[in-house]
């Protein structure tokens, strides 16, 4: 996720950028960035990591996006870079096809939805602006809006309390379901109009269609699977000493991010009645015991980095190790869910 700067921003390499993002700092000093290193910033959205990491050493980025929007409004900064930066407009579960197993000095992921998309009523992310019930990230495949219209009640139940931790999860369903019969639900406004009928909100919290506008980008861009295929293609490509840092901005991402890394880090200890469990040999060692947070500076500037954490590890030289699983196995498939085969 990014966030927008304001004029008197320093100039970084290529000009100055539209958006600064999340830690940039702290994201740099966990790369370990030496001379000709190849790092992989696996979203690049606006630039901003990317502008950064070419500014702090003599290194090479290659730049991955899903949203052809990023990409051709990052052709600028590659002409700058000159030939320092090259872009790959693809999902970054993909990173591994872009640099052969070994051959990274660093991966750097930002989770979640940038600014530039939160704030462009046309992709249909936020329900501040009313526009069409989209939420890709690419230019293909199902919108929420082609969701909402045929999920069944109970498995966009299911999405909703799983991905969104929305606990009236069952009352949206059906007020949903109910709503489509009586007209399609295509925009952002109506939907967050029929959640906010069954999630009463209060002063000083969260919008009451929050988890579920969340539960639906996820889901739609199967966000989460894909940071569990970035992850374990990160472990591929990264070379021994490579740093693989991710940035997240919700508990269901950090988990995931958290989990691999202990997971990586070698033996767990044993309880006084277990001997200690062995297990492969360590991939990573983790750099951060705990997320790396913003400081109150960076909060007072930007109130989205306030969710942000930032866990970083480096690569071992022992074998990459079996793919992570899928976080949520239970959940239904977009295919299942356009087909109608679970209503």
């Known amino acids: 996720m990014t966030t927008g ?66 990409i051709t409004a990052g052709y600028g900064l590659v002409e700058a870079m000159g030939g320092r930066l090259s872009l790959v407009e693809d999902t970054f579960s993909a990173l ?9 000095d660093g991966v750097v992921l930002d989770l979640g939805v940038s600014s530039m998309q939160l704030d462009t009523a046309e992709r249909g992310f936020s329900f501040r602006l009313d526009g069409p019930l989209d939420m890709r990230m690419g230019q293909d495949g199902p919108t929420a809006a082609d969701i ?28 949903i ?8 639900i295509t925009t952002t406004r109506a939907l967050a109009d029929i959640v906010s009928r069954v ?13 579920t506008f969340q539960a639906l980008r996820l889901f739609v861009n199967d966000e989460l699977g894909e940071l569990a295929r970035a992850l374990s293609a990160a472990e591929r490509v990264l070379k021994p000493g490579g740093r693989l840092v991710v940035v997240s901005f919700h508990s269901l991402e950090d988990r995931i991010v958290k989990n691999f890394f202990a997971e990586r880090a070698g033996t767990r200890a044993g309880s006084r009645h277990l001997p200690e469990m062995v297990s492969a040999p360590a991939t990573f060692a983790t750099l951060t015991k705990k997320p790396v947070v913003a400081d109150d500076s960076e909060v007072a500037a930007n109130p ?20 992570v699983a899928s976080p949520f196995p239970n959940l239904p498939s977009l295919d299942e869910i356009l087909r109608g085969d679970r209503r």
């Open 177 to 184: 379901v109910k709503a489509r019969t009586e007209a399609p």
């Open 304 to 323: 989205r980095s306030r969710s942000a954490k930032l866990r970083a590890g480096e690569r071992t030289a022992a074998a990459a190790t079996e793919a």
């Open 199 to 211: 999630v009463r909100g209060k002063p000083g919290e969260i919008h009451p269609a929050t988890r």
């Open 5 to 70: 700067g304001g004029a008197g921003q320093p100039e970084a390499a290529g000009g100055l950028a539209r958006h600064i993002p999340v830690l940039v700092k702290q994201v740099v000093e966990h790369l370990n960035l030496r001379h000709e290193s190849l790092v992989i910033d696996g979203t690049f959205g606006a630039g901003g990591y990317t502008r950064e990491i070419l500014s702090a050493a003599n290194c090479n980025v290659i730049g991955i996006d899903r949203d052809r929007t990023a």
């Open 148 to 175: 909402v219209a045929r999920a069944g009640e109970r498995d966009l139940a299911n999405v909703i309390f799983m991905l969104g931790e929305e606990r009236h999860s069952r009352g949206v369903a059906r007020a």
């Open 96 to 104: 591994g096809d872009v640099a052969g197993a070994g051959q990274a």
